[in-house]
């Protein structure tokens, strides 16, 4: 297997060059009620987050209301703006997360994929390894190691576990050798480059567009997770925005005024992923299978 | 191809983090998981617990405890929901979008992969309430009709309304994999077939489809181990509804011996039994379609 991102310059040809033909409405139909599907629940988050408390069960579902900026403010006056702090640890346990890994993943897959040297087997399959190894698996034993050093209920708890990615070493392998041309980096060394230099003036430039797929991978993994923030941490105040709501929602159980709360958090709280999505959507190209059929 | 050290600082933070937070709790957990406290006299004071070697003791009471049983066979059935429906569904709208038959291809694509962009958590709080019954547009439109709407979140519908979460949050991802890997299919492969008059059913199904075989194999494996960690979901709907035990699958019975019953050496031994298992199923699976896929190509 292999993972290829379509260089920028390699645009897929146009759909109507490469079918010329009439449309039909079966796709259409079935391609709508996918979207449908797909929309149906954030189009409720959206209009339930209008909604007042007594409306909330009261009003049919998809009939907007007024309430939005009373639910917002609400929602900020929870316990001193509590819930905007989730959304900031959140965006920093990701963003810090996605950068430092990638960066590792960079470096690592440029070793595997530019360099003979013993031992190269033994790492490529401890990847491997990792790859196949679900992450969550490992968070009780990473929490009872970190409890041994300390540093359960930080930031790093949560931080250092994301900065190592084996499908992230895996797919910038793949990067490093589809992108980066033996001779370019052999003319930097002639030119006097250390090793160092040839990778981050040379090669880091070359896999830019595959760097920032790796990134996204690990942003949306690290925003989405909930065990190990959900383990790791005690003190609410660290909590990222995932682990920060399914509290709140337990608490709607005893006090249901805090469903609005919810709700209301729920869809601020995709806005900024929907954002990154739809900004980004170009380097969603990742094929998961190419590599395999050239094998 | 280059020699020399450099390859080895490249990796040493690569090596360093992988020893820290991916083999060394691995061991952790190996070594816990033989291991228990022994209480001697009346188990008051310093020194009277202790930690000793406790052999297999804690797989066999792990692999026979009721509730472990029940949780794996409830995340078996809900993988054979999952991962069929979410690929199927995937696999028929990447092949749609492909076929370019349609106007609405980039409204939905963009709407199907949005899921995606939504965390299991908050997919789970938004179905959980579109569930309950006083919320759910589907009541509404089945009671019109006069049709008692069954409760979703009852014993007998929890599974699929939790299968139907993972379904949502992930079919456009996996559709994403399989497009790009259709897009990548020089388009001469089938314009001859076309010119011989095959349908675009037949294209897809005699030609398409086998190309993308890697990138199928693939998206499988990445959804079944996906399946086998389910945690997210049935935790955020347990204050919605009392149908969700606190051992509902596996992981969530770790969760429970090691944070609520302070249990930490059974713990451990789940952990480890799922973690084999995981990786016993998805290597036999490489090696039962005989994919080459993961081999070290270039």
């Given at each position: ?8 310059t ?33 189009l409720?988050?959206v ?5 007042s ?57 440029f ?28 968070a009780?034993?990473?929490?009872l ?19 190592i990615?084996?499908?992230?070493i ?126 | ?44 004071g ?55 038959r ?156 090691a ?40």
């Amino acid at each position: 297997m292999a993972v290829a991102v379509l260089p920028d310059t390699v645009k897929p040809a146009p759909a109507v060059i490469r079918s010329p033909r009439r449309t039909s409405p079966t796709a259409t139909v079935l391609l709508l009620l996918g979207a449908a599907y797909c929309l149906l629940p954030v189009l409720w988050v959206v209009i339930a987050s209008t909604k007042s408390a007594s409306e909330l069960f009261n009003t049919f579902t998809f009939l907007p209301s007024t309430h939005l900026f009373d639910n917002i403010a609400y929602l900020t006056e929870y316990r001193g703006g509590l819930y905007w702090r989730w959304m900031v640890n959140s965006a920093l346990f990701a963003g810090g997360g996605a950068a430092a890994s990638t960066l590792v993943s960079a470096m690592a897959g440029f070793a595997l994929a530019k360099y003979d040297f013993r031992g190269k087997s033994v790492v490529f399959n401890m990847v491997l390894g990792g790859v196949l190894m679900p992450a969550v698996i490992l968070a009780v034993p990473q929490y009872l190691l970190l409890a041994k050093v300390g540093m359960t209920n930080t930031y790093w708890a949560v931080l250092l576990p994301s900065f190592i990615s084996p499908y992230g070493i895996y797919l910038c392998r793949i990067f490093a050798a589809a992108t980066v041309p033996d001779e370019v980096l052999e003319a930097a060394r002639m030119d006097g480059a250390t090793d160092w230099r040839a990778f981050a003036r040379v090669a880091l430039p070359m896999m830019r567009s595959g760097l920032v797929t790796v990134f996204l991978f690990q942003f949306v993994a690290i925003w989405n997770n909930y065990m190990l923030p959900f383990i790791m941490l005690g003190d609410d105040k660290l909590f990222p925005v995932t682990v920060g709501l399914s509290g709140l929602l337990n608490q709607g159980a005893t006090q249901p005024a805090m469903y609005t709360s919810v709700v209301t958090g729920a869809f601020l709280s995709i806005i900024p992923l929907v954002v990154l999505f739809l900004t980004l959507q170009r380097y969603w190209r990742v094929d998961l299978g190419a590599g395999a059929v050239k094998a | 191809m280059r020699t020399g050290r450099a390859p080895y600082a490249f990796l040493a933070p690569a090596l360093v983090l992988f020893a820290a937070f991916l083999a060394a709790p691995i061991v952790y957990a190996g070594y816990l998981s033989l291991r228990r406290v022994k209480v001697s006299g009346l188990g008051l004071g310093a020194g009277a617990r202790t930690e000793v070697w406790a052999g297999l003791g804690n797989y066999a009471r792990s692999l026979t405890d009721p509730e472990f049983v029940p949780s794996v066979v409830r995340v078996g059935a809900y993988g054979l929901i999952v991962v069929p429906v979410m690929l199927g569904l995937a696999l028929v709208m990447a092949l749609l979008l492909d076929a370019g038959r349609t106007r609405v291809g980039t409204f939905a694509r963009t709407s199907i992969f949005l899921p995606y962009a939504v965390p299991a958590v908050i997919a789970s709080l938004l179905w959980g309430f579109l569930y309950l019954p006083r919320v759910s547009p589907i009541v509404d439109v089945l009671g019109a009709v006069g049709i008692t709407a069954p409760d979703a979140l009852s014993s007998s519908w929890v599974l699929y309304a939790v299968a139907n979460i993972a379904i949502w949050g992930g079919t456009g991802f996996n559709m994403i994999v399989l497009y790009t890997a259709l897009r990548a299919i020089p388009t001469d492969l089938f314009e001859a077939a076309r010119i011989d008059g095959a349908s675009d059913i037949q294209i897809a199904l005699r030609i398409k489809v086998p190309i993308i075989g890697p990138s199928l194999v693939m998206t499988f494996l990445f959804s079944l181990v996906a399946t086998l960690q389910v945690f997210a979901e049935p935790m955020t709907l347990r204050p919605l509804s009392n149908t969700i035990s606190t051992t509902w699958t596996p992981l969530m019975k770790v969760y429970r011996d090691a944070f609520v019953r302070n249990d930490i050496y059974s713990a451990a031994a789940t952990s480890v039994v799922i973690a084999a298992a995981t990786f016993l199923i998805s290597y036999g699976f490489l090696k039962l379609v005989g994919s080459r896929a993961f081999s070290q190509e270039r």
